[in-house]
């Protein structure tokens, strides 16, 4: 959300497809991450006059920002028209989707993978007829906490096999600290608990590669770490 916000801010109209979150808990992200107090303690009320009148300020700010959310939105043809209103309406430039292991797409006799391959050549051609991109997040099988984990490769992606054909860019964010991992190979004197790795694996037009962001745990967003690469 941070990056669909962002692009937002600096006019580029956004639409939001989410289907595990509410658009008043991605009001209540958002905000966090404009005013920098904790979504626990604006839910929960337990804030100052000062962050208050914060919060005020930015959820104005919000209001004029031309990011749409469509949350509860699974069906795949659903997502297609609302999209193609949405450009046509209201100018979007770009889709971002949360996520695909939840859209729902009925194709006779096929199975998970298959149907996820469908999604994604759909997708891909939703994208090209609307020229705009579109953001889908995808899930990982990943180890549980307190296992031994390497960073995330494209191997990892559940039914992998459409999203990497039809993909033009695929990145990875990956925490070392959330796995118990305190040192990274190649990085040296960054402690990883406030750090995240982005691994751009696959860039149709460009080069690929990593780089270290800095991530803040409490308002749920990455910021500029250093100009560290490798």
């Known amino acids: 959300i941070q990056e669909a916000l962002f692009a937002a801010e600096n006019g580029s109209p956004g639409l939001v497809f989410s289907m595990e979150m509410k658009d008043k808990q991605l009001a209540w992200k958002i905000l966090s991450q404009k005013a920098n107090i ?13 962050e208050l009148n914060d919060l005020a ?84 099988s ?20 459409g999203i990497e054909s039809n993909a033009d860019v695929i990145i990875f964010p990956h925490r070392p600290s959330y796995y118990g991992v305190t040192q990274v190979d190649g990085i040296d004197g960054i402690f990883t608990e406030n750090m995240a790795l982005i691994d751009v694996a696959k860039q149709r037009l460009g080069n690929t590669g990593h780089f270290v962001s800095g991530w803040d745990g409490a308002h749920s967003k990455f910021y500029n770490y250093s100009e560290f690469t490798f």
């Not at 904790?38 to 000062?50: A, C, N």
């Open 142 to 161: 990943r180890p549980t906490k307190g296992t031994t984990v390497k960073p995330p490769t494209i191997f990892d992606l559940k039914e992998s096999g």
């Open 57 to 140: 300020f930015n959820a104005q700010e919000l209001q004029a920002t031309p990011l749409y959310f469509a949350d509860g939105v699974n069906n795949l043809n659903d997502i297609k028209s609302i999209s193609r209103r949405a450009v046509k309406s209201q100018g979007i430039k770009f889709i971002v989707i949360d996520y695909l292991g939840l859209i729902s797409y009925r194709l006779d006799g096929a199975n998970r993978e298959q149907v996820v391959s469908e999604i994604c050549r759909q997708l891909k051609a939703l994208c090209i007829e609307l020229s705009v991109p579109i953001m889908l997040l995808c899930q990982l």
């Open 38 to 50: 904790e979504v626990l303690r604006i839910r929960s009320g337990k804030i100052t006059v000062d």
